[in-house]
């Protein structure tokens, strides 16, 4: 089994100590704490062991140091990650407002994350790999998109398997050609992993179970659907359902739970263990995260998640 290989984006992330709208006024903030979607999720997989590397793309400076260190000590092949000399590290500039939701401020289109390319290292890590993860967040950058395909097929050809977490944040208008490439990505999926509504639009049909059939229709084997708080729910193409329940905990900073908990369960499945077990390990990941500031700061090793498991309630 080759390793686990997730492509997109690499960023650094900066986050408001307080509470409020937006970044109009001056404002403490701390970071940078190493991040990205993708960047989540394979920190995720390696620090449980799982065999793990990464492809993208970072600045030659600090906030990509941050990033390559942090990946490295969790275990990650950095070798497909490239140092782009002109281009500095992408960045999110992120504050929560009371209700829980987030304002957003950007660097990624001027940024190394969107300049990377077919490459040596990324050829001699997809040649070898085992299973390919693409978060749909991707697909809004041109040059990770040619890198998307190319690995998706040859991985595939080799019969090595394809995750997909849509990722797509549901006011983001997709144009033609992404949301098309997104449906040609959802076909060639065998676990998705979707959260609420980002089911019914990877389906391309309304209503969760008619969701869920479509997508075993199309050819999906595994969906584990994520509900925050109210935890997860695993559908087999075979029709059996098994419900995860969320731990207990007090949320300091939602960003990353789903990546954290995408991981914990692709590594824990690859690792051989059953899908309940797996979603056990993957709601701990995802919990886990939300009690730390910072996006992969509350990643878990394979220890941490067994104390933490023994530790927390579930909800019922
Ligand atoms: P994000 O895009 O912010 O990373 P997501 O929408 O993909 O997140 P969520 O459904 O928010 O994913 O979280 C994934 C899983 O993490 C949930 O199914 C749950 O098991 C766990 N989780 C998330 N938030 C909490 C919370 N507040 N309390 C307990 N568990 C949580």
New binding site residues.
Partial sequence: LGPTVCVGEILVEIVATTVGNGFMEAQSLIGPFASG?PA?FISQCGRLGGSAAMIGAVGADDFGRVNLERLKGDGVDISAISVDPDYPTGSAFVRYREDGSRDFVYNIATSAAARFGWSEDVSNLIGRAGHLHVMGSALSVPSACGVIDKAVDIVKARGGTLSV?P?IRKELKLDEATERRFARLVAKADLL?P??EELERAAGVEGEANAIRRLFEIGVKEIVL???????TYYSREGESID?P????R?VD?????????GAYLTCRRLGMSPTDALTY??A???R??TVVGPMEGAGTREQLDAFIAATERRS
């Fill in positions: 979607a989540i977490d990722n992993l959260s609420g994520k509900r925050g708080a109210d935890g997860a995860a969320a731990f207990v905990v949320e939602p960003t990353g739970a789903g990546d954290c908990f995408g993957a709601a990941a995802g919990a995260n939300v």
